[in-house]
């Protein structure tokens, strides 16, 4: 079998769960992942005949996605702003739009010493910000241990040390937090009654604390933490947060409520109110 066929299986096996561009993008990663290509490798070689030992790794991931799996976990690696790091069920896949989130900060923000990041999962965005801002010192934070120690797994891949933290944000004051300079979370922000749009793969495998929010209480955690940082974000430091894209006014409104000023909304790639940053 050659690669070019191993894609057209691949569209096949999978066209129950994606559509066509999706399941073609999917074999290919796992073609670039497994085969360790390049696109233009890839390309190139899509003619050539694969060994047996490729072909039975390739069908083995192959396999494993077709049963809802998301490509990441199957791999146990993903890439989040140029960097590779692990993932693993039960921590959240790092997705485009917090990478818009990264970006929006490192673009903005110029001297920084101290960052939290709140909700930590795979540690993505503490790498990202860590690799870029080298003075500063990320404290990451987390109420899952799993997390933690993936986080500091792929941290370690990066030669970063940051302060790990094994809490409940909800309680926040009993942790003796210090001042930070940059306050950033991607907090759980899709509401119980949104699920139904949310694709099987995430709502079989990916962690529903991670997720979702009631619909009584959905700017649970973005209260919290706006209490947090009015407590420990430096004079003209700043609050980031990736938000429901439906909620973006009342997300607003309780910052503002809050005593924050310089409030500004952004839009994701796609067109989505997704991002906010306030300062106090």
Same mark, same amino acid.
């Given at each position: 079998m050659t690669l070019k066929e191993f894609y057209k299986q691949g569209e096949e096996k999978l066209a129950k769960l994606y559509n066509s561009n999706e399941s073609r993008a999917i074999t290919k990663r796992i073609a670039s992942y497994l085969l360790k290509y390049s696109d233009s490798d890839l390309l190139l070689s899509q003619n050539e005949a694969l060994k047996s030992e490729q072909l039975q790794a390739l069908e083995k991931s192959l396999e494993e996605v077709a049963t809802g799996m998301p490509v990441q976990y199957v791999l146990g690696e993903t890439t989040f702003?140029?960097?590779?790091?692990?993932?693993?069920?039960?921590?959240?896949?790092?997705?485009?739009?917090?990478?818009?989130?990264?970006?929006?900060?490192?673009? +903005? *923000? =110029? @001297?920084?010493? #101290?960052?939290?990041?709140?909700?930590?999962?795979?540690?993505?965005?503490?790498?990202?910000?860590?690799?870029?801002?080298?003075?500063?010192?990320?404290?990451?934070?987390?109420?899952?241990?799993?997390?933690?120690?993936?986080?500091r797994?792929?941290?370690?891949?990066?030669?970063?040390?940051?302060?790990?933290?094994?809490?409940?944000?909800?309680?926040?004051?009993?942790?003796?937090?210090?001042?930070?300079?940059?306050?950033?979370?991607?907090?759980?922000?899709? +509401? *119980? =009654? @949104?699920?139904? #749009?949310?694709?099987?793969?995430?709502?079989?495998?990916?962690p529903d604390t991670a997720?979702?929010?009631?619909?009584?209480?959905?700017?649970l955690y973005y209260e919290a933490i706006a209490d947090l940082a009015t407590e420990h974000l430096n004079d003209n430091g700043a609050l980031y947060f990736e938000i429901n894209e439906a909620l973006g006014k009342e997300t607003i409104d309780l910052l503002d409520s809050k005593g924050y000023r310089n409030i500004e909304l952004r839009k994701d790639i796609n067109g989505k109110d997704r991002m906010i940053r306030a300062t106090r």
């Open positions: 702003y140029g960097y590779d790091v692990y993932v693993e069920p039960g921590v959240l896949i790092p997705r485009q739009e917090t990478e818009e989130l990264v970006d929006w900060i490192i673009q +903005r *923000e =110029s @001297e920084i010493n #101290q960052i939290l990041d709140i909700g930590v999962g795979s540690g993505c965005i503490t790498i990202a910000l860590g690799k870029h801002f080298k003075r500063a010192h990320c404290t990451a934070l987390d109420i899952s241990l799993d997390a933690l120690d993936l986080a797994e792929n941290c370690d891949r990066y030669s970063l040390r940051p302060t790990f933290l094994y809490a409940d944000v909800l309680k926040w004051e009993t942790y003796g937090l210090g001042k930070y300079d940059v306050i950033v979370s991607n907090p759980p922000y899709i +509401r *119980e =009654s @949104e699920n139904s #749009q949310m694709h099987p793969n995430v709502l079989d495998y990916e997720l979702f929010v009631t619909d009584e209480k959905p700017l």
